[in-house]
Each structure stands twice: as structure tokens, then as C-alpha cells.
């Protein structure tokens, strides 16, 4: 069993920056791909970004036109995810949910059915 702990989230005025933080339990947090995913009130949960098991490879969702504007990044030996947020839009403001999928090979997937475990979430609200 693995635990996925956010943080990070609050209150952030349009331009600003924020970062989140994703603490996993356990030992095996190196042979997990990651994954952040949101979901504003009314919508569907929607991938935003994911990140190798290794580091080594990063996805971005563009549709949701974070790209260029959001970076995931991870350290293993701190067993720990991060999303940094910059130049944040209103239409940022959303439930942020990490996630994990054990065992993933070959990157990060975008689908939400391809990870085992999930955080609580936290709270992002970027206001105008």
C-alpha cells in the first residue's frame, strides 16, 4: 500500500506561482511513474502532467494549456513529487490530486486507470 500525501495548494492572485508537493510512503517510490491530475467543480478529472519513473521523461497535458507554464519534477531519495505552477489563470483553480502507478514502464501515463494510488488532493484557487 502506498499513501500519496499533497500539499502546497492555498490561495494564489492571477501571474502568481505556486508549488505542490506529492510525500509517498514506502520504499519503492523509484519504481513508481507519477502523475498530477485536477478536477474543477463540475468537470472531469483531467491529467495535467506526469514524470518517469526515473525522472528522466515528463508529459505535460497540452490541451489544458499548462504547457510551458507548469513542471513536474520529482526526487527520490526524498520520495517526493513536485508540480511548480507558474503565470497561474483562474482557470487553474481546481482539486490537484498526485498520483502513483507502480510498475509503469516506458514514462508517465496521461490515464487516470493506469494509477493505483491517489492522494486527497489540494486545494488550488487563483483568483482574478
Known amino acids: 500500500q502506498v499513501q500519496l500525501v499533497e500539499s502546497g495548494g492555498g490561495l494564489v492572485q492571477a501571474g502568481g506561482s505556486l508549488r505542490l508537493s506529492c510525500a509517498a510512503s514506502g520504499r519503492t517510490f523509484s519504481t513508481y511513474a507519477m502523475g498530477w491530475f485536477r478536477q474543477a467543480p463540475g468537470k472531469e478529472r483531467e491529467f495535467v502532467a506526469g514524470?518517469?519513473?526515473?525522472?528522466?521523461?515528463?508529459?505535460?497535458y497540452d490541451a489544458s494549456s499548462v504547457k510551458g507554464r507548469f513542471t513536474i519534477s520529482r526526487d527520490n531519495a526524498k520520495i517526493t513529487v513536485y508540480l511548480q505552477m507558474n503565470s497561474l489563470k483562474p482557470e487553474d483553480t481546481a482539486v490537484y490530486y498526485c498520483?502513483?502507478?507502480?510498475?509503469?514502464?516506458?514514462?508517465?501515463?496521461?490515464?487516470?486507470?493506469?494509477?493505483?494510488?491517489w492522494g486527497k488532493g489540494t486545494q488550488v484557487t487563483v483568483s482574478s
Open positions: 514524470i518517469s519513473r526515473s525522472g528522466g521523461a515528463t508529459y505535460t
Open positions: 498520483a502513483a502507478a507502480p510498475g509503469y514502464i516506458g514514462g508517465a501515463s496521461s490515464k487516470d486507470d493506469a494509477y493505483a494510488y
